[in-house]
């Protein structure tokens, strides 16, 4: 049956997606109906069709930055790739919610609270959780992660400010705080925050690099680095009847065409990130489900602020004013992504700042901004791209064209992916297009990226103003004042233009139509594969 979802970018992110996904919404039926007599184990087979059977069978899927792995640890990778390839090995404390945007729940927590003066955290765990290899999973190993995220750096912004992490038994963990942490509870959701065994950790010399150390529904069978992963269901996990299929493939294909043509022939089942421009195509097909929802996930044009025409406040903003993002859109994402004008946080997001800075192209400001910085004749700049990235490969070559008429000469670069991250992460480079998941938080959104001492502020980017209000921010509970900080922290940025916003895109995945019970996210997760079955 052909089904095809349109997309809805009104309201974005504001609005609940319950619709992606109908398990969540059925949940509630057994606790409110605690005297019933039927067992808890009996709670999966409720939620059978009548006449299909849920279990069994392997899911095959596709992405193109399934190739960027290089680690499976999951308290030192970066890379989207890397992230889905280890999240359905891992449980963190918390997650988010399926079916939900902004929501977080519990996952290895059965319940949690928070104390009056919101510095304090105890969080009860599920009885009976045990490692993929037997190893009861207790208290001692959430305190052991968490002081190895924060010793590991990646993420250890999560904890700024962190005072202890007490264990009074197996089933308790009580975590303070010097301040509140506002977004506390949606860091402890990132898939990336993952409990981890410490015995398998040490067994392998401090390195998870290659090696499983998760209690999550599915664990590691192989992995032959840029050709296949395969995870296998664990058949001991702790949520009762989950996951219903005995095996997950997860298999990189670069080349977009061949990907189309993999799904459409079923050698793959999902492709998780679809190009716009192929959703008319595979929405048609008979068999395919094409799934979108609202993203997160927002593109730039980074500009390396260290030295040279580039480090000029004005330079940037001549760039930001040059680009026609609207072309570029309509062009490469054929006019399903929407236009940032401002900052990055998109419309209908609580923290979104309607600033409208940057709202057309504007040749003529942008020259006045090039000779008021000193750069009245233009200058020559080279700009990097994954070579693996058809869509930032297409933007830098529209870049080029866009800033010519300015005297802006860019000579685009297409770079092998470790190349490319090697130049990005140290600072060679002077411009480049990426993208970014902004995940639930504002905080989220612009800690890592754009604080001084950020783990991802590879643009060089550092404004004490704007630090001091993303560490008000941070400590700032109540929503109505955090959306004013974050809104000036918005309106500094934009006007520092460290980067040319471009768009945020919808997440727009494909499946064929015997794939049921995926949750396609805004955080681009496959954290649903636990309540995806296989119609037989």
Same mark, same amino acid.
Request: with cysteine; net charge negative; hydrophobic share 40%.
């Given at each position: ?65 399934? +190739? ?24 963190? =404390?918390? #997650? ?29 765990? $599920?009885?009976?959780?045990?490692? $993929?290899? %037997? ?25 700024? %400010? ?23 509870? +949606?860091? =402890?959701?990132?898939?990336? +925050? ?47 009847g989950l996951p219903y299929l005995d095996k997950v493939v997860l298999k990189p294909i670069p080349d977009e065409s061949a990907r189309n043509t993999a799904i459409r022939t079923g050698e793959v089942d999902m492709i998780l990130q679809v190009d716009a421009k ?27 602020? #260290?030295? @040279? ?11 930001? $004013? ?17 236009? =940032? ?28 901004? =090039?000779?008021?910085? %000193? ?51 140290? @600072? ?44 008000? %921010? ?7 004042? #955090? ?28 499946? #064929?139509? $015997? ?22």
């Amino acid at each position: 049956m052909k089904r095809y979802l349109s997309f809805l970018l009104i309201m974005l992110m504001a609005l609940s997606l319950a619709a992606c996904a109908s398990q969540p919404a059925e949940e509630p039926a057994p606790s409110e109906e605690p005297a019933a007599e039927e067992p808890a184990a009996e709670e999966p087979e409720a939620e059978e069709p009548a006449t299909d059977s849920k279990y069994g069978g392997e899911i095959v899927i596709t992405d193109f930055p399934f +190739t960027d792995v290089k680690s499976l640890d999951p308290h030192v990778v970066g890379a989207a790739g890397e992230m889905r390839h280890i999240e359905n090995m891992y449980n963190g =404390l918390l #997650r988010y919610k399926e079916g939900t945007y902004g929501e977080v729940e519990g996952d290895l927590a059965k319940s949690y609270s928070v104390s009056d003066d919101n510095l304090t955290y105890t969080f009860e765990l $599920h009885e009976g959780v045990t490692f $993929h290899n %037997g190893d009861p999973l207790t208290a001692a190993d959430v305190k052991y992660s968490i002081e190895r995220i924060i010793d590991q750096e990646v993420r250890a912004s999560f904890f700024t %400010g962190l005072q202890s992490v007490e264990t009074p038994d197996d089933t308790t963990v009580v975590i303070t705080f010097e301040k509140p942490v506002a977004p506390f509870t +949606t860091f =402890l959701a990132n898939p990336m +925050t993952a409990i981890v065994n410490k015995n398998v950790v040490e067994a392998n010399d401090g390195s998870l690099a290659t090696v499983d150390a998760g209690s999550g529904p599915f664990m590691l069978e192989s992995w032959q680095k840029d050709q296949q992963m395969t995870l296998v269901k664990y058949d001991d996990y702790f949520e009762e009847g989950l996951p219903y299929l005995d095996k997950v493939v997860l298999k990189p294909i670069p080349d977009e065409s061949a990907r189309n043509t993999a799904i459409r022939t079923g050698e793959v089942d999902m492709i998780l990130q679809v190009d716009a421009k192929d959703v008319m195509t595979l929405g048609s097909e008979s068999d395919i489900v094409v799934d979108s929802v609202p993203g997160s996930y927002w593109e730039y044009i980074g500009m390396n602020m #260290r030295e @040279g025409p580039l480090a000029v406040k004005e330079v940037r903003q001549a760039i930001a $004013h040059g680009i026609d993002k609207e072309a570029m859109n309509q062009a490469i994402k054929f006019g399903e992504a929407t236009v =940032l004008t401002g900052a990055m946080i998109p419309p209908g997001h609580w923290a979104y700042a309607d600033l409208d800075m940057y709202p057309a192209q504007n040749l003529q400001k942008a020259e006045e901004l =090039l000779a008021a910085g %000193g750069y009245p004749d233009g200058f020559d700049v080279e700009m990097i791209v994954l070579s693996n990235s058809d869509i930032a490969i297409a933007a830098a070559q529209m870049t080029k064209q866009q800033l010519a008429p300015l005297g802006i000469n860019v000579t685009v670069s297409a770079l092998e992916s470790g190349v490319y991250f090697e130049k990005l992460g140290s @600072g060679d480079f002077e411009l480049t297009e990426i993208g970014w998941v902004g995940f639930i938080d504002p905080d989220e959104f612009l800690y890592n990226i754009f604080y001084t001492d950020g783990m991802w502020n590879q643009q060089g980017y550092s404004n004490p103003e704007f630090d001091a209000l993303l560490d008000q %921010g941070r400590t700032t509970i109540d929503q109505d004042e #955090r959306k004013a900080i974050y809104t000036e922290a918005q309106e500094i940025l934009a006007d520092d233009a460290p980067m040319a916003f471009l768009y945020v895109n919808n997440q727009i995945s494909a499946y #064929r139509d $015997h794939v049921k019970g995926f949750d396609v996210n805004a955080t681009v997760t496959l954290k649903s594969l636990k309540n995806t079955w296989i119609e037989k």
